[in-house]
Each structure stands twice: as structure tokens, then as C-alpha cells.
């Protein structure tokens, strides 16, 4: 059914806004998640860190970073036309069935969880206020160009017929990639390698996870902007390949120690969901159980492989997200079908170009967000310290940075008082 304007669809309208709010849990399901891999003092720097995107990406996307994606300007970068969310209305956005605005509301979603999944590579030693400057530059240098690109009306990707259905450029291989990027900049944490690092609360792990999968329902389904025909074979798609991504992660687990992980079990939804997003609306559910089964093996074999050396990627953003969201992306290349998507097909069906350009996106995507991400950090680092002192990190960052404990029984703050006594020295705060 159209309403007054005409061409917009209320029912289409109504999806999306359920879809949103489903996005929009996505960012304290995260903040959950990361939390319960961190150790106790630093749960609420870690949620915060996800919880500050809220304020800052959609400041900024209100601002400027909207336009920047969205509006026409060149194929690399949009135009202002939309600075200070000028010019979106009631009315619909070229070619679609729903406000103008709540586009611009489901669009906003994305940017703030996608802020929100770098910190995972610096939790534990970054500072509060450093992670909040980087996450404004990075928003519109890195994910609104990204955004344009595969995105915008003459986006130098879209126009050459990329195809990302709810985001394996801007959101996925950004993340992962720009997570590399921070963790080499910002250095290991003091103790990476000489203690274990096991999550304190696996609980929130899979009740984070969890959430995630319910949002990314929202997530790849909304971005079929209806409850048309690829939408609905979104939902279908994000359901199908998590699953399978799980179990493949059951084998792997049973292989490697013979005992199936409650953490592993949440990491391997989180890939399986990942994996599927650029390709959710385009491929096949039987091919959608296939990529289930693909993308597990990059992604869990980085995640075993990465703790083996000095990069200290903590909560393996790279391995969860770049590689899975690059896996997603050139499965389109290879098994789109127009009869599924009613937009093209990948090399399978003889469209051998498509995975060309699929290929070239994942080459200029991750080059493009782990260079800049690098160049960004340089410059916040040439301006403010990046990290807490080793004594601060030793304390933990809740008291610290927040002054706060996410546990009243923690020893944080007995530790601070302490020290305020003069009664310990920085090196003997134990961890």
C-alpha cells in the first residue's frame, strides 16, 4: 500500500523500521560480546568503547559522513549536498519505496556498529578519549569513502557493477582490515604472550553472539530496502550459512582438542553471519549453506594461527570479519544467479567479469581501509598518547579511564586506592 506521497510503500516502511532497531541492537550486542573476552577490569572500557559509537559515528554521520557515501560527487567521494542532513525528507530516496529518511536512520545503524568492531582490536591498552578521535576521523575518512564506493549513485565500484548487498566493503573487510592496521600501530599489550589470555565471561560471548545473529536479520535482510523477493532471501540466507559455518567450527574444535568451545561456537556464528552479509540477498540458500562450510576454514584457521605470533589483534577482528567478509564478497563473483537475485550472475553462470571486478573491490577495499586506518592513527598518535601507561593497564582500564568497575569485587579499585596510599609501586600491581 503507497501512502500520500505516493511512491512510498508502508509496509516496506514498516520493515525497515523494525530492521533498524534490529541494527541498532547489534552495537551493545557487540559491546556484550567483546566484553566477555576482556579480562574483569576492563568490561567497561571494552562496552564503552562499543557504546561510544552511538554518540560519536552518528554525530558524524549526521553531519557529514551521510553525504559523503551517499550523495553524487565523484566515483571516489560524494558531494555535501546532504551536509547537516540536508535535503532528506519524508519523500523517497531515488528508486525506493521508503523515506528518505529512514534510509538515512538504517544507514546510520551500520556506521555505528561498524565504528564499534575496530575497538576490538586495541581493548585493554588504548585511551578512552584517543579511540573516540580516531572513531570521528575514521568514519568519514574510511568507512563514508568505502560506503561511496561499492554504495553511492557513482561510486567508481558500483558503477562498474560491484555488488555488496548489506555491506562486505564498507562494514566487513573495513573493519577487519583497519583492525589490522590499529593493532600494529597501537603495539601488544605489556603481558601479550606471557600470561593467558582466557575470556572471563563466556556467558557473554554467546549471549552477545546470539544477539548479533537476531540483528544481523535486520542487518541483511533491511538491506533489501522491502519485503520483496531478495529481502526475503536474505533472512532465509542469514539463517542457512551461520549454521553451517557452526557446525564446521564443531569439527574443527573436535579435531584440534577434542572438546566443541562455547567461545568457539559464538566466533563461528559471528562468521557464518559475516560471511553472508555481501552476498546475502544474491546468492542461492543452497549455495548459502555451501559458503557456511567455505568461509569457516580462512577465518578459524587465522584465529588459531594469530595468537602464535606478535600481533596482538586481540579480539581477532581480521580473522572474524576481513577474511570472512572477503570470503562473502567473492562468493558473488563465483555463484550469484540472476534467476535468485534478478541482478546478475557470478562465473558459474558465465558472468566470468563479475568476479573480476569482485576481486579488484577486495584488493582496493582492504588496501584502501588497512593504509588509511594506518595513516589516521600515525596522526592521532602524533597528537595525543595512544596508549595508558603500563601502570594504568596493569590496574585496568574500568578505573582508569571510567572510574568505575563493572564488578564490585573486583580488585581494581582496591588496587587505586592503595596506590593512592603510596602503599604499592606501578610494578608490583598485579594483573
Known sequence: ???????????????????SAMVLLMTPALGLFYAGFVRSKNVLNTFMMSIAAFGVATVVWALVGYSLAFDTGSGFIGGLGHVFMNDIGFGPRDGQTIPHLLFFVFQTTFI???????SGAVVERMRFGAYLVFMALWCVAVYAVLA????????????????????????????????????????ARKDYGRLADVPHNALFILLGAGLLWFGWIGFNGGSGFSVGNQGILAVVNTLLTPAFTL??????????????????AATAIVVGCVG?????????????????????????????????????ETL?????????????????????????????????????????WQLIAV?????????????????????????????????GLDITEHGEEAYASGEGAILLVQDLDGTIEGEKVRV
Do not use: C
Request: glycine share 12%; hydrophobic share 55%.
Open 148 to 187: 561511496h564506493w561499492v554504495w553511492g549513485p557513482d561510486g567508481w565500484l558500483f558503477t562498474n557493477g560491484v555488488l555488496d548487498f548489506a555491506g562486505g566493503v564498507p562494514v566487513e573487510m573495513a573493519s577487519g582490515f583497519s583492525a589490522f592496521a590499529a593493532a600494529l600501530v597501537v603495539g
Open 247 to 264: 557446525i564446521m567450527w564443531f569439527i574443527f574444535d573436535l579435531l584440534r582438542g577434542r572438546k566443541v568451545t562455547a567461545v568457539g
Open 316 to 356: 581477532d577482528v581480521l580473522g572474524a570479519h576481513g577474511l570472512a567478509g572477503l570470503t562473502g564478497t567473492l562468493a558473488i563473483g563465483v555463484v550469484a544467479q540472476k534467476s535468485w537475485n534478478g541482478v546478475g550472475d557470478g562465473a558459474l553462470y558465465g558472468n566470468v567479469d563479475q568476479l573480476l
Open 112 to 118: 555505528v556498529v561498524t565504528a564499534a568492531l575496530v
Open 276 to 312: 553472508i552479509t555481501p552476498a546475502a540477498g544474491l546468492i542461492s540458500p543452497t549455495w548459502a549453506m555451501a559458503l557456511g562450510i567455505v568461509v569457516a576454514v580462512p577465518s578459524y584457521a587465522m584465529i588459531m594461527w594469530r595468537p602464535r605470533t606478535r600481533l596482538d
Open 1 to 19: 500500500m503507497t501512502d500520500a506521497l505516493g511512491a512510498i510503500d508502508t509496509g516496506d516502511t514498516a520493515w525497515m523500521i523494525v530492521a
Open 363 to 395: 584488493l582496493a577495499a582492504t588496501t584502501y581501509a588497512f593504509g588509511m586506518t594506518y595513516v589516521l592513527l600515525r596522526l592521532v598518535g602524533w597528537v595525543m598518547p595512544l596508549r595508558v601507561s603500563r601502570k594504568d593497564e596493569a590496574i
